[in-house]
């Protein structure tokens, strides 16, 4: 291979059948980690090297049978494990096929995907091996040979492994741009339960690294503008729902506490599949909560681009998500005398608050509305949802019926029949009729 | 009724609105090549494509608007839309007329097909960064093909070249035969001839692909079937966010 002119030597491993065994079950183990978004970063190629990162948004290569999204090549280096974590199909007690790929093997797989375009980048995550620091030290070592010897300028998403040290999770900032540890159960005390090896500390210790590391590094930047970036998409985690007996209340809460923390980009939601079903610990669910899912991923929404609060979304009166409809008509439907909103007049904060209006349509009134009176024709081109905005807002044209006249359960059939059940649940491609 | 037939350029509509204004005409529909006359066509303009005319209108257009609205105008001409022409062309002509700017004012139905239609195009064009694939050939070019719905190449090869600017690669437009090739310093606009089996199929053959661009594919192949969750097979979502249409040419699902 050869970089601006420089002959790198290419550790030449001969790739073989068995890499697509092995490949089969790793990619077959990392599959339940949701995170699959690239975003965060733009790194434009500076001539020396191979690939740049778009900015914004992520870049989706592909869409699995399952419908989410392939951005990054999402594989463990082994699903060897010496933990126990009930939710989890690699535990140690689990007798499933397990493999290991060699740092040479990732690092040349993740480059020959990304000349072809498959990938945006790498997402790695591991089991672990022996202890905490020697796991994290071998993934360290794929995403520096990444960025050292092929130069690769694509995405690196860095899983950290629990109870790892603080200069390993330093090192391993300096080349990935996200990194993420997973919360997995919301409570603590549901979480030693379930992974008697984990406990909140060996979550929110590595998580409290990456943050330091990523603002002492703006400090350091500010001072020397050389200095590489430490973790510039910054980090995200996820959490289990359905594996422990938390409610919606206590998951966005934390959430929300979490999105506090300056460096945390995105927090995933990710309904319990029943992989060990003879655990009695956890519950028998047939299915996935693929619905409570989508409705947590539309909460989440609401808080990160509609300024709502947790506990304007779930407070103690309803602590769990009505699954029959989304939580902004939830909101609303609870709140009937704040409406109707007049979309001539009201600050642009209201008009988001109204069922049936996206940010995108947010925008595009109050700008419009300069020119001329809107009414509910202009309203509708613009985008707008009429068959639920109509209960909320005014434009003072033929008043039609709001909710604060009729009750908010009969809004609520009438916007029901019309609806039909989502059936999408992915993070990234979720329909935001709201 | 007056219409403007034009050549069915964006330089040939810019010098239908010099005209409108330079003639003191106004055309009720704009026509390309191939789009439908109006049934009581009485007045018929043929605009001829004048290029220094276009830049003026150009240039005086973005005087009156910002440049990300300017460049919404161009790239939503690409959404080859015969009944947008006079859309786009009427919207034009009212910047012109008025004395404020109206780039904003989202209650104009014209406006709002402009921003559509751009949006579709970017649309495709960042499919075509999604859903590009390269096989390696044996000269280590990497070769990619497809056939996006709209005129779009050009607003995707930037991105190539900057991601694989070390590297030597093909990026082809089938449906209208012309691609870029990069040879690592420059890109070039070119043609291949059309006797080559790879240019239907979109598949290099065996002699002329890399060594190892059989086992990758299959790799790929391999990892794209078991990164899947089986409790959640969702064919419908796939298929929305993932068009049939561009199958053809996926790796992972021209079904090898
Ligand atoms: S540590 Fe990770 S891989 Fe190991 S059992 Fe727990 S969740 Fe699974």
């Known amino acids: 291979m050869r970089f601006g002119g420089l002959k790198v030597p290419y550790i030449c491993i001969v790739m073989t059948e068995s890499v697509i065994e092995r490949l089969k079950i790793l990619a077959g183990a990392a599959k339940y980690d949701v995170s699959c978004s690239s975003s965060g970063t733009v790194r434009r190629n500076n001539g020396k090297g191979v690939g740049n990162t778009v900015g914004g948004i992520g870049v989706c290569h592909s869409f699995a049978d399952d419908g989410r999204c392939i951005s990054l090549l ?6 060897y494990c010496i933990y126990d974590c009930a939710y989890c199909v690699n535990r140690r007690s689990n007798d499933v096929p397990r493999a290991t790929l060699s740092v040479s093997e990732i690092v040349s797989v993740t480059m020959e995907f990304y000349r072809r375009n498959y990938i945006e980048g790498l997402f790695l995550s591991s089991g672990v091996v ?34 790892a040290s603080r200069e390993l999770v330093n090192m391993a900032g300096r080349y990935a741009d996200r990194m993420s540890v997973n919360v997995e159960i919301p409570n603590e005390a549901s979480l030693k339960y379930l992974a008697p090896e984990k406990d909140h500390k060996s979550v929110f210790e590595p998580m409290a690294y990456i943050k330091q590391g990523v603002l002492e590094n703006k400090e350091d930047r500010r001072r020397l503008r050389h200095v590489p970036r430490f973790v510039p998409a910054g980090q995200s985690t996820q959490m289990i729902v359905g594996a422990s007996p938390d409610s919606d209340k206590d998951i966005l809460a934390l959430s929300s506490a979490l999105y506090s923390t300056p460096t945390m980009r995105r927090v995933y939601y990710s309904g319990y599949v029943a992989v060990n079903l003879y655990d009695n610990r956890l519950p028998a669910l047939k299915q996935p909560p693929l619905v409570r899912e989508h409705r ?95 209960y909320f807002i005014t434009c003072n044209e033929l008043a039609s019926a709001c909710v604060a006249d009729l009750s908010p359960e009969y809004v609520k059939r009438q916007l029901l029949s019309a609806v039909k059940a989502p059936a999408s649940s992915d993070a990234r491609q979720l329909q935001f009729d709201f | 009724m007056t219409v403007f037939r034009f050549d069915g350029s964006f ?87 008025s004395a404020e700017n109206v780039e904003s004012d989202f209650s104009d139905a014209d406006l709002l097909a402009i921003l559509e239609n751009s949006r579709r195009v970017k649309g495709e064009a960042h499919r075509v960064v999604q859903f ?68 239907t199929t979109g598949i ?53």
């Open chain 1, 130 to 163: 022996r202890n905490p620091d020697y796991t994290m030290e071998r993934m360290v070592r794929v995403a520096r040979d990444l960025r050292e010897v092929h130069r690769f300028n694509g995405y690196i998403h860095l899983k950290s492994i629990p109870g």
């Open chain 2, 204 to 256: 290099l053959p065996d002699d002329m692909a890399d060594a190892d661009e059989q086992l990758f594919q299959k790799l790929w192949r391999t990892y794209f079937k078991y990164t899947a969750i089986p409790e959640r097979i969702n064919p419908r979502k796939q298929r929305q966010d993932m068009p049939v249409r561009f199958w053809k040419y996926l790796t992972e699902k021209n079904g090898l």
């Open chain 2, 11 to 97: 330089d040939g509509l810019l010098t239908g609105v010099f005209l409108a204004y330079s003639a003191k005409k106004r055309p009720e529909c704009v026509v390309a090549p191939g789009g439908e006359m109006p049934l009581f066509s009485s007045d018929v303009v043929d605009v001829v494509t004048d290029v220094s005319k276009s830049e003026r209108v150009w240039n005086a257009l973005l005087r009156k608007v910002s440049r990300g609205a300017a460049s919404a105008m161009a790239i939503s001409f690409l959404c080859e839309d015969n009944a947008f022409y006079t859309s786009l062309f009427r919207f034009i002509c009212r910047v012109f007329d």
């Open chain 1, 296 to 390: 947590l991923y539309q909460a989440d929404w609401l808080m990160r681009f509609y300024g709502f609060k947790s506990g304007e979304i779930a407070d103690d009166d309803n602590p769990n998500l009505d699954l029959e409809i989304d939580p902004k008509l939830g909101w609303a439907l609870r709140h009937p005398e704040l409406f109707p909103i007049d979309v001539n007049k009201a600050e642009y904060e209201l008009i988001l608050r109204v069922p049936g209006i996206g940010v995108k349509s947010a925008a595009l009134i109050v700008n419009a509305r300069k020119y001329r009176h809107l009414t509910s024709e202009h309203l509708k081109k613009i985008g707008v949802v009429m068959k639920r905005a109509r």
């Open chain 2, 132 to 199: 590009m694939r390269f096989q390696k050939a044996a000269d280590d070019t990497y070769f990619g093909i497809m056939e996006p719905r709209y005129d779009v190449m050009h607003m995707a090869v930037e991105h190539f070249r900057d991601r694989f600017s070390d590297g030597k690669f093909i990026i082809y437009d089938r449906r209208r035969d012309y691609g870029y090739y990069y040879d690592g310093r420059r890109l070039e606009r070119m043609r291949l001839s059309s006797d080559r089996s790879h240019m």
């Open chain 1, 74 to 79: 999402k594989i463990m280096l082994t699903n």
